[in-house]
């Protein structure tokens, strides 16, 4: 059984060692130069926030330890208003629990090293797929040499939003997609080390919320920050100077100017990203060609699961395939049958967190309705649990999630609402004495 993975990124990666278990012969197609040794695209490095999802599925090929060994747990998020205190708000009710930064760069790398030692598994790069014959397993790819064929039992598409395997299988006529543009871009900005030292806490995701803009921090290992702008598209174009660069910043971000010298540099020349969500519909085709991570379902970053939702795909085709004998014939639908629904419920999850992010963290009202969230987790453990908790510390399936939160909502109004009865007929009985 030959398996052809497209994409040698998080998802491929790390697919290719779950097969590799199998016995199954892995070749990963790769379209860039191996990047452990190329250099890196200025301002595409993204972190990511891995959760209980990502960690499940490290620990299942044994590489969690390895991998997150430089990773740094941010127990809440840190607020920036443009003036007052900064608002520290954890992340569970606990205050223990910590979602965990990590260079996308340097997950890939581990996966990779890993997957390429794998028995079974080799890697092809500079191979950009430009032919794919869905049924016969049959692909074309160019490369710096010229084009070369290759054949496969078995096709999987990771190879991101921008999926070739995707776009052949749509000029195919076997798929359709539907991909939402949100109307922002990003653009990436740094804040270094300060003699030696983190400019600000590491243990917290960092947040400035503006309204209909805002920007986050996240920590790496050599004591830098990350930061990603999320702005209305347009709106980056609208700053073209150093000095209108400057002025913007020190009016909308007056406590980062001072940490970041490199800013305007960055602003200038770092690309600006789109951002959307990616619906695909079906995600395979003759039992013998799938997609699976962004490639099938990608989604917006607010909610830290992107990567976390396509290693949850990984566990779940592994699972399918365990639960069919090995057929990848009734595998692959059934994958599809499970992960759907769970998909596009923390698709829809992660467009409402970022309108929180954007626009309640900064809030009285919000901060209010937190504490009475935490409190009722204490009061009631088990029994009432957030919704993200549920959806960064536990593998709960997304769809049962939305469910859940649904239900206690309608319990909790209930009962502010029989205890608003309560008070009534207690002021009214009062009156009548």
Request: hydrophobic share 45%; aromatic share 6%; charged share 20%.
């Amino acid at each position: 059984m030959k398996v052809a993975i497209v994409g040698a990124g998080l998802t491929g990666s790390l697919l290719a060692c779950f097969l590799a278990r199998r016995g199954l012969s892995v070749t990963l197609y790769e379209r860039r130069a191996d990047p452990r040794v190329a250099e890196v695209e200025r301002g595409r490095s993204i972190n990511l926030a891995i959760s209980e999802r990502g960690l499940d599925a490290l620990r299942r090929i044994g590489l969690v330890d390895q991998v997150m060994a430089d990773a740094l747990p941010m127990k809440g998020r840190m607020i920036h208003p443009i003036a007052g205190e900064l608002d520290f708000q954890a992340y569970s009710a606990s205050g223990d629990r910590a979602i965990n930064s990590i260079s996308r760069g340097a997950l890939n790398n581990a996966l990779l090293s890993a997957a390429t030692a794998a028995p079974g598994v080799t890697v092809s790069f500079e191979h950009r797929l430009v032919e794919l014959d869905s049924a016969a397993g049959q692909l074309v790819f160019a490369t710096p040499a010229g084009k070369v064929s290759a054949s496969a039992d078995v096709v999987l598409g990771a190879d991101g939003a921008g999926s070739a395997v995707r776009e052949q299988m749509l000029a195919e006529g076997i798929v359709a997609e539907n991909v939402e543009f949100l109307d922002y871009g990003y653009k990436e900005l740094s804040i270094p080390a300060v003699a030696g030292e983190f400019a600000l806490d590491p243990g917290a995701l960092h947040i400035w919320p503006r309204g209909t803009s805002m920007m986050i921090a996240l920590p790496n290992p050599d004591r830098s920050f990350t930061c990603t702008l999320f702005w209305p598209a347009g709106s980056f174009d609208a700053l073209t100077t150093a000095d209108g660069i400057s002025a913007h910043f020190r009016e909308n971000y007056p406590d980062l100017l001072p940490l970041a010298p490199n800013l305007v540099d960055d602003y200038l020349n770092n690309p600006v990203g789109v951002l959307g969500t990616v619906h695909t519909l079906p995600w395979q085709a003759h039992g013998r060609t799938a997609l699976l991570g962004d490639a099938a379902h990608a989604i917006v970053p607010f909610y830290g699961q992107g990567a976390n939702c396509a290693f949850e795909d990984v566990v779940e085709l592994d699972r399918c395939l365990d639960d069919t004998g090995g057929s990848w014939s009734r595998a692959l639908p059934l994958f599809e049958a499970r992960r759907r629904e769970n998909t596009e419920a923390i698709a829809e999850m992660a467009l409402a967190n970022f309108v929180e992010m954007r626009d309640k963290v900064a809030s009285p009202v919000f901060r209010l309705q937190k504490q009475l969230e935490h409190t009722l987790e204490r009061l009631l453990p088990g029994k009432y649990v957030s919704r993200y908790e549920l959806v960064s510390f536990t593998t709960t399936p997304y769809a049962q999630i939305q469910h859940r939160v649904h239900r206690q909502q309608q319990v909790l109004a209930a009962g502010a609402l029989a205890a608003v009865g309560a008070l009534i007929t207690l002021k009214r009985t009062r009156k009548r004495r």
